[in-house]
């Protein structure tokens, strides 16, 4: 069990990419030959199914929730063999779930996984802290703006009450213009190392159009190359940047 990653990708903000990099990312670990499990807690934006087209799943996260379902009834297998926890999209299902179960639903975790990839809701919800407390460490997302970065600021912060080590951030969707916050100012405010920029992509959305998850639609893709260089330095060590990222 030691050797399990459980990482929570957080931030203040919605929309600043938690989900396409958790799917992302997921991928990319599993590609790398880590046995790795994407969990939907972002309960009520329940959007990672619709990446990998399981919003039509028959058992999501929130059965397991409801007490309902075990985790191994409600994994399903995506590219490269990563697994995934879909949450359920609809309303009544949604409130179904009871996210305080998060933590204990992580502990059944076969024990032979690599790494546990939760993509955490936004802001400091009861959802937000029951996924937080599921994990071991936090990896913060942001984008280049001054408010994303200040609502980053009180994620780092709850994160550090719950005893998390916030092991570093990603930058997302940096398009390197002028009024842009630099990544180096950034890293001074949250006070936690950079382990990946991601530039602004319009394959994501390409990906998104196709219902295909980018890592598979083109690899070789600026935001798929980031996301991969993020991967080798997850296996790297913490915040470390393995000779692989080079
Ligand atoms: N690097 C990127 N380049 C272009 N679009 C992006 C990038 N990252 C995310 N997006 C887009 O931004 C929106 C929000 O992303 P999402 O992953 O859903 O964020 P969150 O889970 O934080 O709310 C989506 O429309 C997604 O396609
Ligand atoms: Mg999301």
């Given at each position: 069990m030691i050797h399990m990653r459980l990482i929570a990708l957080a931030s203040?903000?919605?929309?600043?990419g938690r989900t396409t990099i958790a799917a992302n990312l997921g991928i990319a670990l599993s590609k790398l030959g880590k046995s790795t499990i994407i969990i939907d807690a972002s309960l009520t934006s329940p959007d990672l199914a619709l990446l990998f087209k399981?919003?039509?799943?028959?058992?999501t996260i929130n059965d397991a929730l409801a007490g309902e379902a075990s985790l191994s009834e409600i994994l399903y297998t995506g590219p490269s063999g990563v697994k995934i926890a879909p949450a359920a999209v609809t309303l009544e299902q949604i409130r179904r779930a009871r996210p305080e179960r998060m933590p204990e639903l992580l502990r059944?975790?076969?024990?032979?996984?690599?790494f546990v990839i939760i993509d955490a809701p936004s802001g400091l919800r009861r959802e937000t802290i029951a996924a937080l407390r599921a994990a071991r460490e936090v990896l913060l997302v942001t984008t280049p703006d001054m408010v994303s970065v200040s609502d980053c600021m009180k994620t780092r912060l709850i994160a550090e009450f719950l005893g998390l080590t916030p092991i570093g951030m990603v930058l997302n969707r940096?398009?390197?213009?002028?009024?842009e916050i630099e990544s180096n100012e950034i890293k001074t405010i949250?006070?936690?190392?950079?382990l990946a920029e991601i530039p602004e992509d319009e394959g994501v959305k390409l990906a998104l159009n196709q219902g295909v998850p980018l890592l598979v639609l083109d690899a070789k893709s600026p935001a798929a190359k980031a996301i991969m260089g993020l991967a080798r330095r997850l296996i790297g060590g913490r915040g470390k940047v393995s000779k692989a990222a080079a």
């Open positions: 203040g903000k919605g929309g600043v399981l919003e039509k799943s028959v058992y059944t975790v076969p024990e032979k996984t690599d940096v398009r390197g213009e002028e009024f949250l006070n936690v190392p950079v």
